[in-house]
């Protein structure tokens, strides 16, 4: 049963579901029409020189290459200039002293990096964070895809209900949310220490909860309230998202399972999942990159900068670039094993993908 | 105006855009900053504005006081009866990034600027602070300048600041509470504190004893001190740490002992400074002293303003004494903080920054403008008058100016070890949460000897 569910799908739907392969097939159609258009009516089209170097343009295919230049321009002044900046940065001593002419720049080798790594609060900090970001991606990509599911269920009244609803919490600024849930939580007449306090012992409950300070005792009553935060402001876009995807499967497919005696749960498996695997992919990607560094949130929760065992690597980061006395090279080094990192998590995932042909 | 905040943990993020971009981009378009630091010996042309950084919040008074002052510079110095000053006032918790970002951007720099004490040296290290040695020499005030204070503000023979005013931590308490438990007089060793925050404690069921937040270094070093020990100490240019010397470490464990043995201070000051969670003004030990929830708590004169804006109910009974030491009689060595007056490196008119600082800092001036805000004169002809003995607040508090102490809290590199590495908040927050004393403290001493001297922890 499961082979009559999948193997149509497959072969037939995911091509418009990846969504990639008619656009490359109407790609060129329209690069040459584009083209032919423009040759007709460019007042000048007659004059040689142009004309040669239209037809030198044609013959080593360059159109799109030049229209990809004011992009790459864009992208290399404001993306690759700076990371060959910070390199360099991180191999310097460069601090404020620097900055101001009152002190030499010197080259340091790789003593940004060693430093960093022999520094036991960076463990504790890539900790942290990858901890946080492992709980908080598994939360959103599952409460996110519940939801989803709910809204592609719902009438259109409640649906409409429900994913406003959703969408405030994402529209909220960060720190607002920041600050609502720092009260929620605060040991001076938060509701939650209120209520815990009144709970009864077997529920967990206790009077050991009141004035209890979520935000300064140690990273997991910390990173309690911090996931609190991510995953209610995250959820509603990978629910939103998904309810997209939800939408380009054919009712049909699901139908046919149905008919066929399949469970909701067989038939998510057997037909949703594998058509929004791409769908899924990406989400999981933008997840990582976003809930790797949260800094926002976590600045305003751990109490700027006064708690190092709650930091995670943006704050440690931020703390050894930023704070007086500046040094912006083991900032740049931190940057870099940061980006590294991300690298090595993000590349795993899109090497396995492309091998399962997910994305083509 | 808090001396806590000038060792100001907690930058904001506002400027972060501008220093990071200045930070890449620097390279690329030959510096950010300055450059070399444009000086201007002439100065003699008057300049049509002075721009003032003032640290803290305005307050009505403050503003009259410092409009008295121009109009007595304008009368002084008839050649700048048309200098506009420009009074801007910089919040503590944003003074070290709007430092980092007038420096690196060379733009929106003050000409003078208050300075938190314990920043000078680092700043001026920097390359902040224009060198003031000559007009500090020829300043008649120079030799009425509370020893050390000025040594504060010295660099390899250099002055970068002149001392504006002063104040000390000292523990806050209320007469009524004291009388109602029947303590007769305050305490003066640690035997006492603990024992009167007990009773208190038990007097008043549901308030706590004596507050004792983790992060906060500044009265820490009391109690360091208060043993007969020191945080660090510098021999031929060489700093040693001693933070696990016997006598420091009896400071070090009785301050953590009235959370974990004594109880006479509750969980949630763990991971706060005096004034709540970091980056707080408020919801700390202090809010909780005003609202009657707090029998003792350690704070400067400074505080009071805060407290009436909490609550006045009490206010009649506030009262202070020094923060005893181990042994007594005498009290434990204050943290010496307070403000300097500089001169902006790169300010054009570095003759007429003078002008206006000695004016600030007159005699007259510098005591009325500490009496305003609960601090002290950094003047010794001013504090040894007596003038503060009828104050049932400040008399506590003046008998705390009398032994105090800076070092190692105006090293050069004290602003990494504590602002950027935080040792001794992070050691203290993990003393609390029990952690293994001995190998707590033995490693905070280790980084904290390998910054001062190094920089660097590891």
Redesign the interface.
Known sequence: MAETVESPGRRRLSPPAVGARPDQRNRPGLLARAGRRRAASAPGANRPGQARAGAFIRRHRLGPYLLLLPSLIGIGLILA??TI??G??SFQN????Q?????PTQWVGFSNFT?IL??PEFWLALRNTVVFAAAVVVLTLLIGTLVGLLLHHLGRRMATFVSSATLLAWATPVVSASVVFYWLF???GGIVDWSLSKLPGWLGGGAHWA???W????ALPAYTVLTFIVVWMGFPFIAVTVLAGLKTIPAELIEAARVDGASPWRSFWGITYPLMKPIFLVLLLLSIIWDFGVF?QT??IT???????EYNLSLYA?????????S?GL??ALALILTVILLITTVGYVRASVRQGAIS | MRPRKSIAKHAGPAGLGAVALCATAALAVAGCGSGAPTSSSSGSAAPASLTVWRMGASTPAQVTWMNGVVSQFHKAYPGYAKTAVKVVYVPWTTATTEYTNALSSGKNAPDVTEIGNTETPTNASLGMLANITSEVNGWSNKSDIVPGMLANDTQNGSIYGVPWFGGVRGIWYRTDEFKAAGITSTPTTWAELTSDAKKLQQKYPGTYGLGAPSDYTNAIVSFVWGAGGQVAVQKNGKWTAELNSPQSEAGLKFYADLYLTNKVSPSKYIGQTELGNPGATSGGTNEDFALGKLDMYIDGPWAEPELEQVSAKYKSDWASFPIPSQNGPSPAPAFAGGSDLAVWVSSKYKTADWDLIKEMDSTSNATSFANLQGFFPAFTSQLSGGAYGGSQVMSGFAKAATVTQISPLNAKNWATADTTDQIIPTMMKSLMQGANFTATVNSANTQLENVLNTGSKS
Request: no cysteine; proline share 8%.
């Open positions: 200039w700076p900046q910070v360099i940065l460069f601090g404020l002293g900055l101001s002419g009152a002190a430093n022999h520094d605060s040991p001076d004035a209890f300070n935000t300064t005792s140690g926002t600045y305003l109490g700027e900068l006064g708690n190092r065992d931020y703390d050894k670039a930023f704070t007086l006395p500046p912006y900032g740049a």
